[in-house]
């Protein structure tokens, strides 16, 4: 029932890839003087961090900061800059600048590649979404007569698997990011 920021060390249920990023940005922040910022006050620059590893080895960082310029950053196969100066607790601003790296990730899921944004959502643990998209593909039972829609598709994990079986499948999404990572 708060706001404060409490340090962690570990996390036994997130990939240690993750818990890495996070403390590399917490080090970064100390080292640049990079303060966090405190949402009664509006002071302040670091928001919220986010990251995400792939199964292929990659990772990304997205800083959310009340700032439109950040001294250099830890060093990620992607680092993304997300402005977000509203008087919100909504996590992303509207504003994603790549500073540095890749613009999307690459996941393998299926034995098919998906190309990931910080804005497409994905699920977090890519060997379980096989198993459980493997799953729900079984018992939906696809027949190549049938054309399937699947609402809010993120960057197409489940359209795509089920590709192979339906006569057509339709993806609906309404982050633009994620509709181009379906697509590539």
């Known amino acids: ?4 920021l409490v340090p962690l ?3 036994p249920i997130q990939d240690a890839r993750i818990v890495d990023i996070v403390r590399r940005v917490q080090e970064w922040a100390a080292c640049y003087g990079v303060a966090p910022y405190e949402e009664t006050t509006r ?6 961090v986010m990251a ?6 990659e990772s990304m960082a997205v800083i959310v900061a009340a700032a439109k310029r950040l001294p250099y950053l830890p060093d990620v196969d992607s680092v993304y800059l997300n ?15 790549l500073l540095r790296g890749k613009p999307a990730l690459e996941e393998r899921i299926g034995g098919l590649r998906f ?3 910080p804005q497409s959502f994905l699920q977090v643990n890519a060997r379980q979404v096989a198993v459980l998209y493997g799953e729900a593909v079984r018992l939906l039972g696809a027949t190549p007569r049938e054309h399937i829609v699947d609402a809010y598709c993120g960057v197409g ?6 590709a192979a079986h339906a006569a057509h499948v339709t993806g609906i999404e309404v982050v633009p990011e994620a509709v181009e990572n379906a697509r590539q």
């Open 157 to 162: 994990t489940i359209s795509l698997l089920l």
């Open 43 to 48: 002071a302040g620059v670091l928001r919220h």
């Open 83 to 97: 402005v977000n100066r509203a008087d919100t607790n909504v996590i992303f601003g509207p504003e994603f600048r």
């Open 9 to 11: 060390e570990d996390c």
């Open 1 to 4: 029932r708060s706001h404060r």
């Open 115 to 117: 190309a990931v944004s």
């Open 52 to 57: 995400r590893v792939t199964d292929t080895g």
